[in-house]
C-alpha cells in the first residue's frame, strides 16, 4: 500500500545491513577469566577457606606430615570460638616455633601461597586439637586419663597408638590448669611427640593459645588423594557434664573448586551479554 515503509529482516534504517557482534574468542577471553577466578581465590582464603600443610607428626595418626588440610575461617567471622575435640590451626601465640627449621620457598610455591594453595612459609602456624576452652580445669596425672572438669576422657580413637594420654616427666607432662576465659588448651595426638600447651606453660600465656590467634578449624584432609577425610569432633567430648557445644559446619571445599564456581555464572553473563 501506498505510504507504507517496511525495513527488511536484518537490516537497519535505510535498507543498510546490520553487523552481527561476533561473540570474542575464548583465548582472548582466558586471561580475563583466569584473572577473576585468582580475584576469587584471594578471597576465599582470606575469608573462607585456607590450605595448610601438616609439618611434623605430632597428629599423628589422625593427621601425617605432609598432609594438606582446609581450614575454615568462615565461621569465626560470624563469632564462633573453637570447642573441645576440634582439630584448630592457630598463630604460634608465643615463640613455641622457636629453633625449628625453615624453607626458603620457590617463585611458584610463593605464588600458591599467596593464592591459598599452599601455606605462605611466612606464617608461623601449628595445629592441634583443643582440649579445654575458657573455664576448663584440665588435669593429667601419672598416664591417664585426661579429665576435662572431673570427666575423664576415652581418648583411644585419636591417641597415637601405644601413647598415654599423659606423659610421666617433669617438663609439663603432669599437669592442673584452669583455662582462661578467651583462651583454649592444646594438645597434639601424638601425645609423646608433640610440644603443645603442656610444655609451653613458662610463656607469656601459660601454655595457652589466645582465642584471637586461631586462624580456624581444619575441616578436612584434601591431600594426598588417598588420605581424603573429614576432621569430625570425637564422641568423647560430647559426654555428659563436658558442655561441650555441636561443631559449626565446615566448609569442604578448595579454593581452587570455589573461584571456578565463581568464574561459571561470569561467563554466562558475558555471553548473554554478546
Known sequence: ???????????????????????????????????????????????????????????QNTLQQGDRVLVDKLTPWFGSEPERGEVV??????????????TEPNALQTFLSWIGLMPSAEEKDLIKRVIGVGGDTIECKNTGPLTV????????????????????????????????????????????NSRDSRYNQSDAHHGMVPVKDVVGRA?????????????????TFDQSGLNAQPAAAGLPTAPQGLALAGVVPVVWWRRRKQ
Open 89 to 102: 590451626v592457630f598463630h604460634d601465640p608465643d615463640n613455641w616455633l622457636a629453633g625449628e627449621p625453615t
Open 1 to 59: 500500500m501506498t505510504g507504507e515503509h517496511t525495513t527488511a529482516e536484518g537490516q537497519g534504517p535505510g535498507g543498510t545491513a546490520r553487523t552481527a557482534r561476533k561473540p570474542r574468542s575464548f583465548w582472548k577471553e582466558l586471561p580475563i577469566l583466569i584473572g577473576i577466578a585468582l580475584v576469587l581465590a584471594l578471597l576465599i582464603k582470606t575469608f573462607l577457606v585456607q590450605a595448610f600443610s601438616i609439618p611434623s607428626d605430632s597428629m
Open 149 to 192: 572438669n572431673g570427666k575423664a576422657l576415652d581418648e583411644k580413637s585419636y591417641v597415637y597408638a601405644g601413647n598415654t594420654p599423659c606423659s610421666v616427666d617433669d617438663q609439663g607432662g603432669q599437669f592442673k590448669v584452669k583455662v582462661p576465659e578467651g583462651y583454649i588448651w592444646v594438645m597434639g595426638d601424638h601425645r609423646q
Open 219 to 235: 575441616v578436612v584432609i584434601a591431600w594426598p588423594v588417598n588420605r581424603w577425610d573429614n576432621l569430625p569432633v570425637p564422641d
